[in-house]
């Protein structure tokens, strides 16, 4: 069965600083994975994804993910945090065969100041 | 467990046709979402509501049309259906301001236009 898991409910980071956002994942078959994010107010936003090639994705607002085979991991990064980067930060997970993503429970992000 | 209900779970339907996807929960939440999506590609929020009377178009341009006439109700109609709105459908839903807003997913509706 897939499953996707982001093991902390939040981050906390300092402005300035890099960040990581972690996400593991089980999946059969080749996976896609998804990076979404939820500012306050809003719907849920796509970031960025890996369907295959390179294992480090680049998405939008400068943030980037890399695609670990070995470790099924998935981990949302950006070098330099903003305070505006603060939102909540949904992992998500699909295979060719069945078209069905998978949230993770998501992870708040708060950078301060 | 969540509770929100999409009906029908799948929809096989003619060109031209007017159908509704309907959306309901039981959680009393303020906030609802339609999101559209082809297999294996991202999400897309083509609708949202933030209450009973209040409706927005998303990211996603949609010919869609939404209601939200009633808080657990949030049903979604295409007027005459065309092969090109083949796609997954989900609707989604959480409550305002009770810390993290964590989205709660219906099972999707699959609709195939031929």
């Known amino acids: 069965a897939q499953s996707v898991a982001q093991p902390e409910d939040q981050v906390n980071v300092a402005e300035g600083n890099p960040l990581t956002v972690k996400c593991t994942y089980s999946v059969s078959g080749n996976p896609y994975l998804f990076w979404y994010v939820q500012y306050p107010n809003r719907g849920l936003q796509f970031l960025l994804k890996y369907i295959t090639g390179d294992n480090l994705v680049k998405g939008s607002y400068g943030f980037e993910a890399e695609f670990n085979k070995s470790q099924t991991s998935f981990h949302l990064k950006k070098p330099s945090a903003l305070v505006s980067d603060s939102a909540l930060y949904f992992c998500?997970?699909?295979?060719?065969?069945?078209?069905?993503?998978?949230f993770g429970q998501g992870t708040t992000l708060q950078v301060k100041p | 467990e969540a509770d929100i209900y999409q009906t029908p779970r799948y929809l096989v339907i003619g060109t031209g046709k007017k159908i509704t996807l309907e959306c309901s929960q039981t959680?009393?939440?303020?906030?609802m979402y339609w999101y559209q999506q082809d297999p294996g590609m991202e999400l897309h929020l083509i609708h949202y509501s933030y209450g009973v009377n209040s409706t927005e178009k998303g990211d996603l341009s949609s010919e869609s049309t939404v209601s939200r006439i009633r808080t657990e109700h949030f049903p979604l109609t295409l007027e005459s259906a065309r092969p090109s709105h083949t796609s997954q459908y989900l609707c989604?839903?959480?409550?305002?301001?009770?810390?993290?807003?964590?989205?709660?997913f219906g099972s999707g509706t699959q609709l195939s236009v031929l």
């Open positions: 959680m009393g939440h303020d906030k």
């Open positions: 989604a839903s959480t409550r305002t301001g009770t810390g993290v807003e964590k989205l709660f």
């Open positions: 998500a997970v699909t295979n060719s065969n069945t078209g069905k993503l998978i």
